[in-house]
């Protein structure tokens, strides 16, 4: 990841910020029983976002950007990669395409502190941050094979899901993910550390 973030103050106690940048999927360990990963072709993706903070008057002795602080919060993730796989099919070996593309959109509320060090120095740290999110996910296979398609996109679809125990929780009935597609929504969360510049004084 790569990312950038902005914060300006608009009022004593109160700011705002907007965040941008290139950010990756986490590479996945298994991408089913019997799938495995043979070679990335092409990975990209990108998370904007805004939020607005209140600074808690009575808990801090500074005014804004420092302190603890509240507010709600938006992001948008968007994840596309794609890769050679191979499946394992009945003992045949069969290659194929695999291209996925992952989205989450998460609307919520958060609890940080950030100190300011020398006046120009901080460090910004987000630490409850949960949301209600929406998850989109579609796979797509290409190629000359024979196995089950739907079956194979489902189960490296489930695979995706484990990387959202919050999620994984909600979708009891497999038939969620029918035809390698995914849009549901369920619950989410972020923490984060950023270090960061102070202008002005």
Not at 77 to 87: A, G, Q, S, T, Y
Not at 92 to 104: C, N, Y
Not at 118 to 137: C, E, F, H, Q
Not at 176 to 192: C, I, K
């Amino acid at each position: 990841a790569f990312l950038l973030s902005y914060e300006r103050v608009t009022k004593p106690n109160q700011s705002f910020s907007v965040t941008g940048g290139y950010q990756e999927f986490p590479k996945l360990t298994s991408l089913g029983s019997n799938i495995t990963a043979l070679n990335g072709l092409s990975k990209s993706g990108y998370k904007v976002g805004g939020e607005y903070r209140f600074y808690l008057q009575k808990e801090n002795k500074y005014r804004a950007p420092r302190g603890v602080y509240l507010g709600p919060y938006l992001t948008y993730h968007d994840f596309r990669n794609k890769r050679l796989i191979e499946v394992d099919n009945n003992g045949v070996p069969e290659e194929a395409t695999l291209k996925t593309s992952f989205s989450i959109l998460n609307i919520g509320a958060q609890l940080g502190y950030q100190f300011v060090i020398g006046n120009r120095w901080t460090i910004d740290l987000i630490l409850i941050g949960p949301s209600v999110s929406n998850y989109k996910a579609k796979i797509n296979l290409d190629g000359d094979f024979t196995f089950d398609i739907e079956d194979v996109q489902n189960e490296i679809l489930l695979k995706l899901i484990e990387e959202f125990p919050l999620l994984e929780d909600v979708l009891t009935d497999k038939e969620a993910t029918a035809s390698g597609r995914l849009d549901s929504w369920s619950f989410g969360y972020r923490y984060q550390v950023l270090l960061g510049y102070h202008f002005g004084r």
